[in-house]
């Protein structure tokens, strides 16, 4: 059981089925065959081998000519008419197609119905979603997510051809340093400001130091190794305020508080890198891997008139108005604008209030007898591993 409510004035219980559950073991064949060297040999036998696995992950395969890509998991078939996003009755109409409680058993989708693939020209992960048109749980994912940061410069390598070793992981750690929220979703809203001129000078300022970061790259990066300052700290400090500002300004009037409060206690409109709410809490890296970036992005396209692939049903910002959301916009920005730097940054047990580096910082977990200083703030929570093989089994 997940959760208690009221349904039509009677008492319900929400609960949750695992296609996985009673068969936690059954995983072991996948791992077997994938642990078998004389059977995975190529993309077809690997991707064999890991359809047996029964829980969903995400796997991929390499060698000196070939790779590939599959989710695993049993997905059973829902009803006729079920959404998945959407909870049902506990009736046999709503019941998985075909599916046994005593063994927990049901009809699965196919292999080929899984997202797959073989020899695409690139892959990326990141925590984005599996494939196009494909839904997550989180329910956030959308036209931007910190994936992108991976892509754009992957794709770009890929583009010009001859990609190398060092290239690829330059191309990683550069990702690694980008502000999600500066790169892909500040221009657009630099672009509604500056729609018409700002004569605020408050306003006009911060813009200044916005459009200043956004042409330096959007990194949060130090003004220079081991100074514990960043570059271009003013616009950062003003984005770090102005983001859950401007979000709550945007959405709120046409959500309503209830629904807007109550939509943010599942997906929080922000995770920068000195926030403490995420999988990982603070000081851990993982950044901008949940937040509100796709809404407010696809509602600000939508606003400078712009085409938007699955869009939202109505604008937000302004009510759809350039010159309202605008003044949203801009009103927001200004009370950012005005926050110090310890109202920001308040502090914990390990920085003092208004130290942007260190609330930024990642703090290594002690193991042993020896202790390490924090590092500078990088989108990379876990290590990575260069691989790359020059001959065939």
């Known amino acids: 059981m997940e959760y208690r409510a009221t349904a039509g004035g ?212 130090e003004t220079s190794a081991g100074s514990k300052a960043y570059a271009n700290a003013d616009a950062i400090r003003i984005l770090d305020a102005w983001w859950p500002l401007l979000v709550k300004a945007e959405f709120e009037p046409g959500l309503g508080s209830d629904l807007f409060t109550a939509f943010t206690s599942n997906l929080p409109t922000d995770e920068p890198p000195s926030s403490a709410h995420g999988p990982t809490g603070a000081h851990a890296g993982s950044s901008f891997q949940y937040g509100w970036w796709s809404y407010v992005d696809k509602d600000i396209r939508a606003v400078l008139g712009e085409p938007v692939q699955g869009g939202l049903e109505k604008s937000y910002c302004g009510s759809g108005s350039l010159s309202a959301c605008r003044d949203t916009l801009i009103s927001t920005l200004k009370e950012a604008a005005g926050k110090t730097a310890a109202q920001v940054y308040p502090g914990d047990d390990q920085c003092s209030a208004g130290d942007q580096w260190c609330a930024d910082s990642i703090v290594q977990r002690t193991l042993g007898g020896i202790k390490h200083g924090k590092i500078t703030w990088q989108n990379r929570p876990t290590y990575q591993q260069v691989v790359e093989y020059t001959s065939h089994r």
């Open 10 to 221: 009677k008492k319900v219980a929400y609960t949750t089925l695992r296609s996985s559950f009673l068969h936690e073991a059954d995983s072991i064949i996948g791992f077997q065959m994938l642990n078998d060297p004389d059977y995975v040999k190529s993309p077809q036998t690997f991707q064999s081998a890991v359809q047996h696995i029964n829980y969903t992950f995400n796997w991929f395969y390499a060698d000196s000519t070939h790779t590939a890509y599959y989710n695993s998991g049993d997905n059973p078939v829902r009803a006729t008419g079920v959404d998945a996003e959407f909870p049902v009755w506990a009736q046999a109409a709503y019941e998985w197609r075909n599916w046994n409680p005593a063994t927990n058993t049901a009809d699965y989708t196919a292999a080929s119905a899984h997202p797959n693939s073989v020899d695409q020209d690139y892959y990326i992960s990141w925590n984005n979603k599996q494939a196009k048109d494909y839904t997550t749980a989180s329910w956030g994912d959308g036209s931007v997510h910190r994936g992108n940061l991976l892509e754009d410069r992957v794709k770009k390598l890929v583009a010009a051809g001859g990609v190398t070793r060092a290239s690829l992981v330059k191309a990683m750690a550069d990702a690694a340093l980008a502000d999600l929220r500066a790169e892909d979703v500040l221009p657009k809203l630099l672009r509604v400001i500056n729609s018409s001129t700002v004569t605020d000078t408050t306003a006009a300022a911060a813009v200044g130091k916005l459009s200043a970061w956004v042409t330096a790259g959007a990194k949060r990066t």
